[in-house]
């Protein structure tokens, strides 16, 4: 390349519009389709187990509280999670999907990565369990 045609195109660089976004301060919105943060309906869940059976990065758990009374507490692994959406597609009751406006999930911890998803009496009811050490741990499946 000449010296010649490096300054035609410093020249006409001088004049164009930027290529790159100012991310931060100027947002777009995501696509209609785009895959982002998992959500989770209790009402909806059967216990079935589709979803854990199919995703490939083993980043859902799904706890039994109470099988009986369809009770369950899921906890998703969001820094697993590689979001092909396997577990949305084959959940035969449409208690998961995946958000189009909730993506920017970076944190400079990994407990923000770790999310339960549940009725807020059945989290509780886990949590109780987890605190008492030598009783019987809840079944997950």
Not at 42 to 63: F, H, Q, R, V, Y
Not at 90 to 109: D, I, P, Q, V
Request: hydrophobic share 35%.
């Amino acid at each position: 390349m000449g010296v010649g045609a490096m300054i035609g195109d410093v020249v006409r660089s001088l004049f164009k519009k930027p290529a790159t976004e100012f991310y931060p301060f100027v947002k777009t919105a995501a696509p209609d389709r785009f895959r982002g943060k998992l959500h989770y309906d209790p009402e909806k869940c059967s216990g079935c187990m589709l979803c854990i059976k199919d995703c490939p990065s083993n980043a859902i758990e799904l706890i039994t509280v109470d099988k009986v009374n369809k009770r369950f507490v899921m906890r998703y692994h969001a820094d697993q999670c590689v979001y092909c959406s396997q577990c949305v597609e084959n959940c035969r009751f449409k208690c998961l999907s995946l958000s189009n406006e909730e993506w920017e999930m970076a944190s400079t911890n990994k407990q923000a990565f770790e999310v339960t998803y549940g009725r807020e009496e059945d989290i509780a009811v886990l949590l109780s369990r987890a605190a008492r050490p030598g009783e019987d741990e809840p079944s997950c499946e």
